[in-house]
């Protein structure tokens, strides 16, 4: 019996030419064939003073910490202190406040301006709470795309997203076939209409489903099928990280990249080295800067 042994060490998941990898994902981005994955860490390319959101989960606990004081042995978790909110002060509270921290004047990073200048990729994904890349779509005129986001199911009629047209306007499932790009916003987004999956209970319901891939569109499986993915501004160092980008990718292609650098946790080498995703070991900046001059 043959025994696979998992990386986990930084250097076995990390490509040795980060150039040609680059230009491998230029390629196939040209080729319609790469599924770009934003996360958060896309706002640490802008100044401190220049971006008024939270940057990751730890900034926006601290945030709603502010508003509302949980307990001191719950008040590092995100999805906990969310759900102490809600329970005492109620959904609509917490909402509210989360439309405050995030319904800001964001400048467009880098990333977000490459993502937003790729000509009609089929699917983007979007995992932050913001608006940044929606407003880079809206822009465009001529582009023909919409948006499907994450709801709390517990708060929603049943549905596991909503659809929504440039304007803001909800679309449906059949009108999402027509969009050349579709944005995906796993996690919701304060506009158009301050949808949020971050509490225990909104996690609790859609993590007993996602494996089976019930959450997930049809559209979402249908145009990631045998693409590649792209992580830019992710790190993988807690579950739900790891199991979104797991079951969002799935039944994709066996091959994906992702631009982190330096060390990386066990756990990050391990999951990288199970699903095919290549580390690629520079700065955000410089592989952004990288993709820009080969496109």
Sequence with gaps: MTVTTLATDSDSVTVQDAAAALADIAAALAARQVVPYLGPGAFDLLPPDQCPIPRNSAELVQRLNAKV???????????????????????????????????????????????????????????????????????????????????SHPQSTGEWVRYYAPDGAEASADAAVGWDTVLYKPSGAVTPAGNYLISDSDYVEILTEIDIQTPIPSIVQDRRAGRHFLYLGCRFDQEIQRTFARQIAKRSSDSHWAVIPGELSKNEARFLSLHGIKRIDMTLEDAVEGLRTRM
Excluded at 69 to 97: C, D, N, W, Y
Excluded at 116 to 134: K, M, S, T
């Design 69 to 151: 004081a949980a307990p001191g042995r719950i008040r590092a978790s995100m999805t906990a202190v969310a759900q102490f909110i809600e329970t005492r002060k109620h959904r609509k509270t917490l909402e509210t406040i989360l439309n405050d921290i995030f319904r800001q004047t964001v400048p467009a990073t880098p990333v977000h301006a490459l993502l937003a200048a790729i000509p009609a990729p089929p699917l983007l994904v979007d995992v932050w709470y913001d608006n940044v890349l929606d407003s880079l779509l809206s822009a465009a005129a001529d582009r023909s795309w919409g948006q499907i986001q994450g709801v």
